[in-house]
């Protein structure tokens, strides 16, 4: 009775058609089971690709995201137009039948950048005077004043940024990473995010499905690491329990799913089994990568931070020690750039809260001779409309800015143009798929040959379109 169940067991639906595919539930469990102990060191933990498709410029990425949308009008997008035009009406050529959020239907008049621009480094590249540290950095950076995006509100406009859909439910860029890529440490996740938020600005609401990993599986979704208080929810024993006992629990757990698995062959089974002894493992690891006080009193100054203190300079901190561990994609989102009135004053407060902490990252790095394979971007999900909301800027899609820092970027450059006004990119468009096709190009990545088949198709993060921005390669 007992083999006949075991037979029908071994027979069911779900058995055949996983041991007649691609075998990947046996495969990522036996991948599990041939790693070190749940105490053993960081090692190189592989992804699907196994060998990459070219030679890296890069290991890692840092993506800064200015969630709310800055204006490009006030940070890197230099226009006098714009600014001799202040107060009359936006010319009818530009907005006539353009998608507008808020001021749909409302009278259009310019309004100009509220802030001065000077040529920074030797590059002479033009940014708003309020970048003073950042400045001096001029000529690492590549500045892109042509992004173009899809969505004209926040929510999916960061969905479209991360995803390169605007449908929920795809996988993060973080996801898509690891999936390809695996990661250089098994005791943090692959895929780090830190949120921050400051005194400016309307604080933009940011929701977990952004580092998702949707289709993939569920070992690739990108986990929230809390900067202030405890880092991560649940993630310390209970009261009373030894790390032995608790070591006990976890094997026999695991030993639990390797039966389970050894006649379903689910690789979410296997996911299971190393989502649970990565916890464990991040019992010890997690409280070393918050702890700062191995960190000498001058980097903390450079910084700008006395510790894991939720800010976005001791993000930026924790995002360099998350990038010396092995992390893959560490994203921060800084939520304080949603300035539909007061630009003047908001911009200038929140530029201040993110100025000195992304030079400081930029500098830390460098000395570390982490740069060079670390590629740092900055962009929100949107810019601001040239023409006024009050005393503030409206969502706007047609043209908006970022800039690109280190492993295999070209620094000391600008590519790309709007318009006399900021409206359209109309030089060198960079859609947000062109940038994608970039950042997986730089780690080694062809970005039409990472798939993964769901719902009848194969889906690749940029969809069926990209371009390799080439031109601002090093």
Not at 56 to 69: D, E, N, Q, S, V
Not at 228 to 249: E, F, H, I, M, W
Request: net charge neutral; proline share 5%.
């Amino acid at each position: 009775m007992q083999l006949t169940s075991q037979l029908l067991a071994a027979m069911s639906r779900r058995t055949f058609l996983s041991r007649t595919a691609t075998g990947i539930g046996s495969v990522a469990l036996g991948s599990l089971l041939a790693s070190s102990t749940l105490h053993g060191a960081d090692h190189f933990v592989p992804g699907i690709l196994g060998q990459l498709h070219h030679a890296p410029r890069a290991k890692r990425i840092i993506f800064l995201t200015m969630a709310g949308g800055p204006s490009h009008l006030e940070t890197l997008d230099y226009k006098p137009k714009l600014a001799e035009m202040s107060g009359q009406p936006m010319p009818e050529s530009f907005t006539k039948g353009q998608p507008i959020a808020q001021l749909q239907g409302q009278q259009l008049k310019c309004l100009a950048p509220q802030h001065p621009f000077k040529k920074f480094g030797e590059s002479g590249q033009q940014m708003a005077t309020l970048f003073s540290k950042l400045g001096e950095l001029a000529d690492e950076l590549c500045i892109v004043n042509s992004l173009r995006t899809q969505a004209i509100n926040h929510d999916p406009a960061h969905t479209f940024m991360n995803t390169g859909s605007t449908i929920s439910g795809r996988p993060a860029m973080g996801s898509w990473l690891t999936y390809g890529l695996g990661c250089e440490t098994e005791n943090l996740p692959g895929f780090v995010v830190l949120t921050s938020t400051g005194k400016y600005g309307q604080g933009q609401p940011i929701a977990s499905r952004q580092w998702h990993s949707g289709f993939l599986p569920s070992k690739f979704q990108g986990v929230e690491l809390r900067s202030k208080g405890d880092p991560v929810l649940y993630v310390n024993r209970p009261a009373g329990v030894t790390l032995d006992q608790q070591s006990d629990v976890v094997d026999t757990v695991r030993k639990l799913n390797e039966e389970a698995n050894s006649t379903l062959h689910d690789p979410e089974i296997a996911t299971r089994i190393a989502q649970y002894e990565l916890a464990f493992r991040m019992q010890t690891s997690v409280p070393q990568l918050m702890d700062l006080s191995d960190e000498p009193q001058h980097v903390l100054d450079l910084y700008g931070t006395k510790g894991a203190d939720g800010t976005f300079a001791a993000n930026c901190l924790l995002a360099r020690r998350l990038a010396e561990r092995g992390v893959r994609f560490i994203q921060l989102y800084h939520r304080d750039w949603d300035h539909h009135g007061g630009v003047k004053d908001q911009i200038a407060g929140t530029v201040g809260e993110i100025d000195g902490p992304c030079a400081a990252l930029i500098r830390d790095l460098k000395a570390r001779d982490m740069l060079k394979d670390t590629l740092i971007v900055w962009t929100g999900e949107f810019g601001r409309t040239p023409m006024a909301q009050g005393n503030g800027r409206d969502h706007h899609i047609k043209g908006f800015s970022a800039w690109l820092c280190g492993g295999g970027i070209k620094g000391g450059i600008t590519y790309g143009a709007t318009d006399e006004l900021g409206y359209n990119a109309v030089d060198n468009i960079c859609e947000v798929h062109d940038l994608h096709a970039t950042l997986l190009h730089l780690l080694g990545v062809d970005h039409e040959r990472m798939t993964f088949r769901a719902q009848g198709r194969d889906f690749r993060l940029t969809d069926v379109h990209g371009h390799i921005v080439k031109p601002i390669l090093s």
